[in-house]
């Protein structure tokens, strides 16, 4: 099993809306990220868990707060978001520790603030 | 810090014909590179990737890459391209903990 699973695939929400994206892997991965990806842009990265704990927040507003509850799974609650946070938000997977390997992505889930 | 830079932001080319995607890097320690897919409304698909060993790299749908240290880039080949590939090709440099992704080539196959 390679597959990072991502839920919703797509998402609308208002900006007083409370919402949670969802990632899952089974691969043994133990560290998981979330990158953001605006139209005709490469992915950004947002943060980055490793042993189940953050280890890199790329300076995201604290309306986005991601969560770790085990290795397998990664969350991203999402709340008070503003318009320009429309945007394909896409889950990834990779060994972890000094191991340089691939990353491997989930479908993504289509974001929509309106 | 490691960075990757794709000089092309767009290579249109007739289906059958050879393409290949350009991509340079720079960094100051090991070099672990990547050549990612992507196609409309999708995730990212590993096409190849870099680690050690042979500088030619071979992935799949036919693709390849050759690692060039002295010139300090990873260029992606195929040679002959189908309607299927058109689509985005992010080249990405494994940095500490992360990806480093460049700004991307749209491929564009055509008739």
């Known amino acids: 099993d390679t597959e990072v699973t991502q839920t919703p695939k797509h998402l609308v929400m208002g900006m007083t809306n409370k919402k949670s994206l969802k990632c899952e892997q089974h691969?043994?991965?133990?560290?998981m990220y979330w990158y953001k990806q605006k139209a005709k842009k490469p992915p950004e990265l947002m943060f980055v868990?490793?042993?189940?704990?953050?280890?890199i927040n790329e300076s995201v507003p604290s309306r986005f707060s991601p969560e770790c509850p085990n290795s397998s799974l990664l969350n991203l609650h999402l709340h008070a978001l503003q318009p320009e946070d429309s945007a394909l938000y896409l889950c990834?997977?990779?060994?972890?520790?000094?191991?340089?390997?691939?990353?491997?992505f989930g479908q993504g889930t289509r974001l929509t603030v309106v | 810090a490691q960075s990757v830079t794709q000089l092309d932001s767009q290579v249109p080319v007739f289906e059958e014909a050879p393409v290949e995607l350009r991509c340079n890097y720079s960094?100051?320690?090991?070099?672990?590179l990547f050549w990612y897919v992507q196609y409309p409304n999708q995730g990212l698909q590993l096409l190849l990737k870099?680690?050690?060993?042979?500088?030619l790299v071979k992935g799949i749908n036919g693709f390849e890459a050759e690692f060039n240290k002295s010139q300090t880039s990873f260029h992606l080949r195929k040679p002959s391209v189908h309607i299927s590939d058109t689509a985005e090709y992010f080249c990405?440099?494994?940095?500490?903990?992360?990806?480093?992704f460049g700004t991307g080539t749209r491929l564009l196959v055509s008739p």
């Open positions: 990405a440099v494994r940095g500490f903990q992360k990806l480093v």
């Open positions: 868990y490793s042993y189940e704990k953050l280890s």
């Open positions: 691969m043994g991965h133990r560290a």
């Open positions: 960094s100051s320690v090991s070099v672990y």
């Open positions: 990834a997977s990779s060994q972890g520790g000094l191991n340089p390997s691939e990353a491997f």
């Open positions: 870099y680690l050690s060993g042979s500088t």
